[in-house]
């Protein structure tokens, strides 16, 4: 049967551009004001680099990702100014994918902006920093399914001497594998041999979501130990459980494992589905989750916010 509610989704890294909530700013003081807190939190002008670049400065995965967090923050901002309401008057759940889930902690109030922009700028030089860039290296497979992914993977790391994990599993037909480069490699050659349409090397500075992230899980663990966290306005749907979260202990276990573990996001849109949501909006940058959304079931409803205009349809429609 289909459901009646909503659930707020938010992006991940490979998002960002250059210019990115500019217009959000310029027509909303409540978005411009979500720039201001990020600057401050980050003790420099971040929203110029946000806003005019350069593009491979931005493009930093330490930059990136507080980056994307405040551009889905202020377009939240925009839509809460111009509806009058709150988060839990706009919608059941929330979810982000990676990095994305710090902004739909932020969004339900679990992390404040100046927090959420701090842990992730740590996140970021703490993923950089564990593996040496060029040892690992990351490959999206078009065309696969998740047990041909991990067919794959498990062929890739060949002597078990590497690592190739799964990563993401989007839906849609797309899997990310993760690892060392050298595996990454056979990746490319081992999918076709297993029927899949294409295997894509993408260009990323260090190979997320895999076990050769744990430095930086371990650096998370440390920072969010001492993270006041408060339980969430509207459930969680979280990256590594594909289920509801609300409880702050728990949340704080899996920022921590999202970092080695596998983004769930197929689970998640499932999960959602039979939560009853027949209406996903992507908050922030690009059209990434919401393009996915509507390839992993048609039924729901999908659509971007991140421009002014998006911001008045949402508006209208809640």
Not at 116 to 130: D, I, S, T
Request: proline share 4%; charged share 20%.
């Amino acid at each position: 049967m289909a459901g009646t509610a909503r659930a707020l989704v938010f992006p991940g890294q490979g998002s960002q551009t250059v210019g990115m909530g500019k217009d959000l700013a310029d027509a909303y003081p409540a978005a411009a004001q979500v720039f201001e807190q990020v600057d401050d939190a980050l003790g420099e002008a971040f929203s110029a680099l946000i806003f005019e670049g350069p593009e491979d400065k931005l493009t930093l995965t330490a930059n990136a990702q507080p980056a994307l967090m405040a551009v889905s923050l202020a377009a939240l901002r925009a839509i809460e100014a111009e509806s009058g309401k709150q988060i839990a008057d706009i919608c059941d759940y929330v979810a982000g994918h990676s990095l994305g889930e710090y902004s739909a902690l932020a969004a339900a109030g679990t992390l404040d902006i100046a927090t959420a922009a701090r842990l992730l700028r740590l996140r970021g030089e703490a993923m950089q920093r564990a593996v040496p860039v060029g040892e690992g290296a990351m490959a999206a497979l078009i065309g696969a399914d998740l047990e041909t992914a991990e067919a794959i993977a498990a062929a890739a790391r060949a002597d078990g001497d590497l690592v190739c994990d799964i990563a993401n599993d989007n839906g849609g037909g797309q899997v990310v594998l993760s690892g060392h480069a050298a595996a990454i490699e056979r990746v490319l050659t081992l999918a076709g041999e297993h029927g899949v349409r294409r295997a894509v090397k993408l260009p990323v500075s260090a190979p997320f979501h895999c076990t050769l992230m744990a430095p930086a899980a371990d650096a998370m663990a440390d920072a969010l130990a001492s993270t006041d966290l408060r339980a969430p306005l509207v459930p969680l749907i979280a990256n590594v459980t594909a289920t509801p979260s609300s409880d702050r202990d728990a949340i704080r276990r899996q920022l921590v494992e999202q970092v080695t573990g596998r983004v769930r996001w197929r689970e998640t849109m499932e999960s959602l589905g039979g939560l009853g949501v027949n209406t996903v909006a992507e908050v922030g940058a690009g059209k990434v989750l919401s393009g996915i959304v509507r390839r992993i079931d048609k039924s729901i409803d999908a659509h971007a916010i991140n421009t002014p205009a998006d911001v008045a349809g949402f508006v209208a429609a809640i």
